[in-house]
Nanobody, 122 residues
Framework: QVQLVESGGGLEQAGGSLRLSCAAS?????LAWFRQVPGKERKGVAV???????TYLDSVKGRFTISRDNTKNILYLQMNSLEPEDTAMYYC???????????????????WGQGTQVTVSS
């Protein structure tokens, strides 16, 4: 059974940092972080393929860093210089289809985690 389990969310002040982790039950070609606020669609924030090629949502470039440990099947999202606009539920997502896109704006996940809340206060 495929599982993606996120951890590391919480409440942080603007300008602070948080690191999210996602433990995957196996190896996936494409891993990603999405976020969603109530009333809006879920949006890709950062995506990474198995060769560690990463793409980012424009609004997080230079502040967020995605990384993965393929030996442990763990995905990370280091979030620095947090802004209140980063407040959202963050989801880990994955697919294993080598011939499908693995980049922000084009990735279509097959698997989702349960989400972890990130709240940034001003």
């Amino acid at each position: 059974q495929v599982q993606l389990v996120e951890s590391g969310g919480g409440l942080e002040q603007a300008g602070g940092s948080l690191r999210l982790s996602c433990a995957a039950s196996g190896f996936f070609y494409c891993l990603a972080w999405f976020r969603q606020v109530p009333g809006k669609e879920r949006k890709g924030v950062a995506v990474m393929d198995d060769a560690a090629t990463a793409t980012y949502l424009d609004s997080v470039k230079g502040r967020f860093t995605i990384s993965r440990d393929n030996t442990k099947n763990i995905l990370y999202l280091q979030m620095n210089s947090l802004e209140p606009e980063d407040t959202a539920m963050y989801y880990c997502a994955a697919h294993a289809r080598w011939d499908e896109p693995c980049r922000v704006g084009a990735m279509s996940p097959d698997y989702w985690g349960q989400g972890t809340q990130v709240t940034v206060s001003s």
